[in-house]
Protein backbone atom coordinates (compact mmCIF):
# COMPACT_ATOMS: atom_id res chain seq x y z
CA UNK A 1 0.00 0.00 0.00
CA UNK A 2 1.12 3.57 -1.19
CA UNK A 3 1.98 5.78 1.97
CA UNK A 4 -0.85 8.67 2.76
CA UNK A 5 0.86 11.75 3.09
CA UNK A 6 -0.23 14.92 3.65
CA UNK A 7 2.92 17.50 2.99
CA UNK A 8 4.64 18.59 -0.26
CA UNK A 9 8.29 19.03 0.33
CA UNK A 10 10.88 15.96 -0.23
CA UNK A 11 11.79 15.17 3.17
CA UNK A 12 8.44 15.06 4.55
CA UNK A 13 7.00 12.83 1.01
CA UNK A 14 9.97 10.11 1.63
CA UNK A 15 10.81 10.54 -1.98
CA UNK A 16 14.29 10.29 -3.62
CA UNK A 17 16.65 13.22 -3.05
CA UNK A 18 18.08 12.26 -6.54
CA UNK A 19 18.47 15.26 -8.79
CA UNK A 20 14.78 16.76 -9.94
CA UNK A 21 15.16 15.78 -13.20
CA UNK A 22 17.16 12.78 -13.91
CA UNK A 23 16.62 9.84 -16.74
CA UNK A 24 15.52 6.83 -15.30
CA UNK A 25 13.86 8.63 -11.94
CA UNK A 26 9.86 8.87 -12.39
CA UNK A 27 8.01 10.35 -8.76
CA UNK A 28 4.35 9.96 -9.04
CA UNK A 29 1.90 11.71 -6.74
CA UNK A 30 -1.61 10.48 -7.09
CA UNK A 31 -4.92 11.13 -4.56
CA UNK A 32 -7.81 8.70 -3.74
CA UNK A 33 -10.09 5.93 -5.88
CA UNK A 34 -9.98 3.82 -8.76
CA UNK A 35 -9.78 6.49 -10.85
CA UNK A 36 -5.91 5.91 -10.22
CA UNK A 37 -6.64 2.13 -11.80
CA UNK A 38 -4.17 2.81 -14.80
CA UNK A 39 -1.45 3.81 -12.38
CA UNK A 40 -1.98 1.15 -9.77
CA UNK A 41 -1.91 -1.84 -13.10
CA UNK A 42 1.09 0.04 -14.58
CA UNK A 43 3.07 -0.41 -11.23
CA UNK A 44 1.75 -3.54 -10.37
CA UNK A 45 2.77 -5.01 -13.36
CA UNK A 46 6.28 -3.19 -13.77
CA UNK A 47 5.07 -1.90 -17.06
CA UNK A 48 6.95 1.39 -16.43
CA UNK A 49 9.96 -0.44 -15.97
CA UNK A 50 9.07 -3.10 -19.10
CA UNK A 51 8.95 -0.32 -21.39
CA UNK A 52 11.89 1.77 -19.88
CA UNK A 53 13.87 -1.12 -20.46
CA UNK A 54 12.73 -0.67 -24.38
CA UNK A 55 13.91 2.53 -24.47
CA UNK A 56 16.98 1.57 -22.68
CA UNK A 57 16.88 2.71 -19.81
CA UNK A 58 16.27 1.69 -15.91
CA UNK A 59 13.44 3.60 -14.49
CA UNK A 60 13.05 3.87 -10.70
CA UNK A 61 9.44 4.26 -9.93
CA UNK A 62 8.57 6.13 -6.76
CA UNK A 63 4.91 6.72 -5.81
CA UNK A 64 3.06 8.87 -3.17
CA UNK A 65 -0.60 10.03 -2.07
CA UNK A 66 -1.73 13.31 -1.32
CA UNK A 67 -5.14 14.41 -0.93
CA UNK A 68 -6.20 17.60 -3.19
CA UNK A 69 -5.19 19.29 -6.30
CA UNK A 70 -3.22 22.20 -4.50
CA UNK A 71 -0.99 20.02 -2.43
CA UNK A 72 -0.13 18.08 -5.64
CA UNK A 73 0.66 21.09 -7.44
CA UNK A 74 3.00 22.34 -5.01
CA UNK A 75 4.58 18.87 -4.88
CA UNK A 76 5.34 19.31 -8.24
CA UNK A 77 6.44 23.42 -8.72
CA UNK A 78 8.60 22.33 -5.64
CA UNK A 79 10.42 19.27 -7.68
CA UNK A 80 9.31 17.09 -5.06
CA UNK A 81 7.41 14.96 -8.01
CA UNK A 82 8.24 14.59 -11.53
CA UNK A 83 4.31 13.55 -12.58
CA UNK A 84 1.17 14.81 -10.57
CA UNK A 85 -2.48 13.41 -10.80
CA UNK A 86 -5.32 15.76 -9.94
CA UNK A 87 -8.33 16.73 -11.68
CA UNK A 88 -8.53 18.91 -15.04
CA UNK A 89 -9.48 21.81 -12.72
CA UNK A 90 -5.99 22.03 -10.46
CA UNK A 91 -4.12 21.36 -14.42
CA UNK A 92 -5.84 24.27 -15.73
CA UNK A 93 -4.68 26.14 -12.71
CA UNK A 94 -1.17 25.22 -13.03
CA UNK A 95 -0.98 25.55 -16.79
CA UNK A 96 -2.49 29.32 -16.34
CA UNK A 97 0.36 30.00 -13.50
CA UNK A 98 3.39 28.68 -14.98
CA UNK A 99 2.73 29.35 -18.71
CA UNK A 100 5.84 30.86 -20.22
CA UNK A 101 7.82 29.42 -17.47
CA UNK A 102 7.58 26.04 -16.51
CA UNK A 103 4.97 25.25 -18.69
CA UNK A 104 2.88 22.45 -17.22
CA UNK A 105 0.68 20.97 -19.69
CA UNK A 106 -1.01 17.62 -19.87
CA UNK A 107 0.27 14.11 -20.25
CA UNK A 108 -2.58 11.91 -20.85
CA UNK A 109 -5.74 11.21 -19.34
CA UNK A 110 -6.73 8.77 -16.58
CA UNK A 111 -10.15 7.50 -18.15
CA UNK A 112 -13.29 8.81 -18.68
CA UNK A 113 -15.37 8.76 -14.98
CA UNK A 114 -19.10 10.28 -14.00
CA UNK A 115 -18.28 11.94 -11.01
CA UNK A 116 -21.62 11.95 -8.56
CA UNK A 117 -22.67 15.26 -6.21
CA UNK A 118 -24.92 12.79 -3.64
CA UNK A 119 -26.57 14.24 -0.64
CA UNK A 120 -27.99 12.53 2.59
CA UNK A 121 -30.58 15.01 2.82
CA UNK A 122 -34.34 14.25 1.34
CA UNK A 123 -34.57 17.83 0.32
CA UNK A 124 -32.01 18.47 -1.68
CA UNK A 125 -32.61 16.97 -5.45
CA UNK A 126 -30.86 19.84 -7.26
CA UNK A 127 -28.10 21.78 -6.60
CA UNK A 128 -30.77 24.80 -6.18
CA UNK A 129 -32.10 22.88 -2.82
CA UNK A 130 -28.88 23.47 -1.33
CA UNK A 131 -29.26 25.77 1.63
CA UNK A 132 -26.98 26.58 4.85
CA UNK A 133 -27.43 23.80 6.23
CA UNK A 134 -26.12 21.76 4.45
CA UNK A 135 -22.24 20.59 3.76
CA UNK A 136 -20.43 19.51 0.76
CA UNK A 137 -17.09 17.41 0.90
CA UNK A 138 -14.97 17.62 -2.15
CA UNK A 139 -11.09 17.29 -2.36
CA UNK A 140 -10.27 21.11 -2.17
CA UNK A 141 -12.81 24.00 -2.35
CA UNK A 142 -13.20 26.32 -5.04
CA UNK A 143 -10.39 24.44 -7.30
CA UNK A 144 -10.74 20.83 -7.14
CA UNK A 145 -12.07 19.63 -10.40
CA UNK A 146 -15.69 18.46 -8.24
CA UNK A 147 -15.76 22.18 -7.01
CA UNK A 148 -14.94 23.38 -10.88
CA UNK A 149 -18.11 21.32 -12.09
CA UNK A 150 -20.14 22.23 -9.48
CA UNK A 151 -19.02 26.16 -10.20
CA UNK A 152 -20.18 25.47 -14.00
CA UNK A 153 -23.35 23.93 -13.00
CA UNK A 154 -23.86 26.71 -10.65
CA UNK A 155 -23.18 29.32 -13.55
CA UNK A 156 -25.63 27.66 -15.56
CA UNK A 157 -28.02 27.44 -12.83
CA UNK A 158 -28.08 30.79 -11.60
CA UNK A 159 -25.36 32.96 -13.75
CA UNK A 160 -22.04 33.25 -14.10
CA UNK A 161 -22.03 36.01 -11.45
CA UNK A 162 -22.76 33.63 -9.04
CA UNK A 163 -20.32 30.83 -10.10
CA UNK A 164 -19.28 30.22 -7.04
CA UNK A 165 -22.42 30.88 -5.18
CA UNK A 166 -22.37 26.93 -3.37
CA UNK A 167 -18.34 27.25 -2.62
CA UNK A 168 -19.54 28.47 1.07
CA UNK A 169 -21.03 25.23 1.34
CA UNK A 170 -18.05 23.28 0.86
CA UNK A 171 -15.78 21.40 3.24
CA UNK A 172 -12.13 19.77 2.29
CA UNK A 173 -12.12 16.00 3.29
CA UNK A 174 -10.33 13.31 1.43
CA UNK A 175 -12.94 10.87 -0.62
CA UNK A 176 -12.55 7.95 2.21
CA UNK A 177 -13.19 10.27 4.96
CA UNK A 178 -16.30 11.95 3.20
CA UNK A 179 -17.75 8.75 2.44
CA UNK A 180 -17.21 8.06 5.82
CA UNK A 181 -19.25 10.78 7.05
CA UNK A 182 -21.98 10.55 4.50
CA UNK A 183 -22.41 7.09 6.04
CA UNK A 184 -22.76 7.45 9.25
CA UNK A 185 -24.57 10.48 9.33
CA UNK A 186 -24.44 12.87 12.71
CA UNK A 187 -21.79 14.90 11.32
CA UNK A 188 -22.08 18.23 9.07
CA UNK A 189 -21.05 16.81 5.90
CA UNK A 190 -24.64 15.56 4.69
CA UNK A 191 -23.19 15.58 0.84
CA UNK A 192 -20.46 14.65 -1.03
CA UNK A 193 -19.04 15.72 -4.35
CA UNK A 194 -16.73 12.42 -4.76
CA UNK A 195 -15.45 9.91 -7.63
CA UNK A 196 -15.72 5.90 -7.89
CA UNK A 197 -15.38 3.86 -5.94
CA UNK A 198 -16.24 6.00 -2.96
CA UNK A 199 -19.90 7.95 -4.28
CA UNK A 200 -20.75 3.97 -5.32
CA UNK A 201 -19.82 2.82 -1.30
CA UNK A 202 -21.65 5.99 -0.17
CA UNK A 203 -24.91 5.32 -2.45
CA UNK A 204 -24.68 1.45 -1.39
CA UNK A 205 -23.76 1.97 2.91
CA UNK A 206 -26.69 4.99 3.61
CA UNK A 207 -30.16 4.24 1.97
CA UNK A 208 -30.63 8.16 2.27
CA UNK A 209 -27.69 9.00 -0.04
CA UNK A 210 -29.18 9.53 -3.87
CA UNK A 211 -27.38 11.27 -6.77
CA UNK A 212 -28.65 15.01 -7.00
CA UNK A 213 -25.79 15.47 -10.20
CA UNK A 214 -23.37 13.67 -12.60
CA UNK A 215 -20.13 15.65 -13.98
CA UNK A 216 -21.60 13.80 -17.43
CA UNK A 217 -24.79 16.19 -17.22
CA UNK A 218 -22.73 18.79 -16.90
CA UNK A 219 -20.07 18.09 -19.80
CA UNK A 220 -22.62 17.14 -21.97
CA UNK A 221 -21.15 13.32 -22.05
CA UNK A 222 -18.18 11.30 -21.33
CA UNK A 223 -15.16 13.61 -20.11
CA UNK A 224 -11.51 13.15 -18.59
CA UNK A 225 -11.78 14.23 -15.17
CA UNK A 226 -8.35 13.09 -13.78
CA UNK A 227 -5.29 13.47 -15.49
CA UNK A 228 -1.28 13.36 -15.39
CA UNK A 229 0.69 16.68 -16.19
CA UNK A 230 3.80 17.64 -15.76
CA UNK A 231 6.48 20.51 -16.57
CA UNK A 232 8.58 21.20 -19.76
CA UNK A 233 11.69 20.78 -18.44
CA UNK A 234 10.94 17.17 -17.32
CA UNK A 235 9.12 15.88 -20.81
CA UNK A 236 12.28 17.86 -22.48
CA UNK A 237 14.92 16.25 -20.69
CA UNK A 238 13.64 13.03 -19.80
CA UNK A 239 12.60 11.71 -23.36
CA UNK A 240 13.13 7.87 -22.95
CA UNK A 241 11.33 7.87 -19.13
CA UNK A 242 8.06 9.93 -20.68
CA UNK A 243 8.15 7.98 -23.46
CA UNK A 244 7.54 4.56 -21.65
CA UNK A 245 5.34 5.94 -18.78
CA UNK A 246 2.85 6.77 -21.82
CA UNK A 247 3.33 3.70 -23.28
CA UNK A 248 2.64 1.71 -19.87
CA UNK A 249 -0.36 3.98 -19.36
CA UNK A 250 -1.35 2.80 -23.14
CA UNK A 251 -1.29 -0.89 -21.73
CA UNK A 252 -2.60 -0.25 -18.19
CA UNK A 253 -5.88 0.86 -20.08
CA UNK A 254 -5.52 -2.23 -22.62
CA UNK A 255 -5.02 -4.34 -19.56
CA UNK A 256 -8.07 -3.31 -17.61
CA UNK A 257 -10.56 -3.86 -20.52
CA UNK A 258 -9.38 -6.83 -20.97
CA UNK A 259 -8.83 -8.40 -17.59
CA UNK A 260 -11.47 -6.37 -15.38
CA UNK A 261 -11.44 -9.09 -12.70
CA UNK A 262 -7.60 -8.98 -12.36
CA UNK A 263 -7.76 -5.16 -12.03
CA UNK A 264 -10.32 -4.76 -9.54
CA UNK A 265 -8.02 -7.46 -7.54
CA UNK A 266 -4.83 -5.05 -8.24
CA UNK A 267 -6.72 -1.98 -6.87
CA UNK A 268 -7.63 -3.78 -3.55
CA UNK A 269 -3.90 -4.99 -3.05
CA UNK A 270 -2.28 -1.86 -4.04
CA UNK A 271 -4.73 0.63 -2.07
CA UNK A 272 -5.00 -1.46 0.93
CA UNK A 273 -8.81 -1.06 -0.25
CA UNK A 274 -11.63 -3.19 1.60
CA UNK A 275 -13.98 -2.02 -0.98
CA UNK A 276 -15.88 -5.09 -2.10
CA UNK A 277 -14.88 -6.65 -4.85
CA UNK A 278 -17.99 -6.83 -6.36
CA UNK A 279 -18.39 -3.25 -6.06
CA UNK A 280 -15.17 -2.40 -7.91
CA UNK A 281 -15.85 -4.57 -10.61
CA UNK A 282 -19.08 -2.94 -10.90
CA UNK A 283 -17.31 0.59 -11.48
CA UNK A 284 -14.88 -1.01 -14.01
CA UNK A 285 -17.71 -2.29 -16.05
CA UNK A 286 -20.03 0.71 -15.91
CA UNK A 287 -20.72 1.27 -19.22
CA UNK A 288 -20.16 4.68 -18.75
CA UNK A 289 -16.78 4.02 -17.73
CA UNK A 290 -13.93 4.02 -20.30
CA UNK A 291 -10.11 3.68 -19.52
CA UNK A 292 -8.77 5.51 -22.48
CA UNK A 293 -5.47 8.02 -22.39
CA UNK A 294 -6.71 10.50 -24.65
CA UNK A 295 -8.52 13.58 -22.98
CA UNK A 296 -12.02 13.55 -23.85
CA UNK A 297 -14.54 16.66 -23.42
CA UNK A 298 -12.35 19.02 -21.23
CA UNK A 299 -12.55 21.82 -23.12
CA UNK A 300 -15.54 23.05 -21.81
CA UNK A 301 -14.65 23.31 -18.50
CA UNK A 302 -11.65 25.01 -19.60
CA UNK A 303 -13.59 28.05 -21.17
CA UNK A 304 -15.75 28.33 -18.33
CA UNK A 305 -13.10 28.85 -15.92
CA UNK A 306 -11.30 31.63 -18.14
CA UNK A 307 -15.16 32.94 -18.42
CA UNK A 308 -15.45 33.85 -15.20
CA UNK A 309 -11.82 35.08 -14.25
CA UNK A 310 -10.53 31.67 -12.70
CA UNK A 311 -7.29 31.63 -15.71
CA UNK A 312 -6.51 34.24 -17.19
CA UNK A 313 -5.22 32.67 -20.26
CA UNK A 314 -7.42 31.60 -22.87
CA UNK A 315 -7.41 27.92 -24.12
CA UNK A 316 -8.68 27.64 -27.86
CA UNK A 317 -8.13 23.93 -28.06
CA UNK A 318 -6.76 21.04 -25.76
CA UNK A 319 -3.75 21.45 -27.10
CA UNK A 320 -3.19 24.42 -25.59
CA UNK A 321 -2.97 22.56 -21.98
CA UNK A 322 -2.23 18.52 -23.01
CA UNK A 323 1.53 18.16 -24.86
CA UNK A 324 1.30 17.75 -28.61
CA UNK A 325 2.22 13.89 -28.79
CA UNK A 326 0.14 11.29 -30.60
CA UNK A 327 -1.96 9.62 -28.42
CA UNK A 328 -3.54 13.40 -27.10
CA UNK A 329 -4.01 14.11 -31.30
CA UNK A 330 -7.92 12.87 -31.12
CA UNK A 331 -8.08 14.75 -27.68
CA UNK A 332 -10.97 17.38 -26.84
Given at each position: ???????????????????????????????????????????????????????????????????????????????????????????????????????????????????????????????????????????????????????????????????????????????????????????????????????????????AVHVVLSSYDVLGGPASATVLYTTEKFRKE?????????????????????????????????????????LLLKVIRNPEVQFKIAPQNTLALAEFMHRVGAIKNKPT????????????????
Open positions: MKKILAAALAATLGLSALPTHAEGQLRIAEQFGIVYLLLNVAQDQKLIEKHGKSEGVDIRVQSVQLSGGPAINEALLSGSIDVAGAGVGPLLTLWDKTRGRQNVRGIASLGNFPYYLTSSNPAVRTIADFSDKDRIALPAVGVSVQSRILQLASARQWGDSQFNRLDRLQVALPHPDATAALIKGGTEINAHFGNPPFQEQGLAGNPNPKTYRAFVAALAEAAEFVTRHPEQAAEIYQRNEGSKVPRDSVKDYFFDDPHNASGS
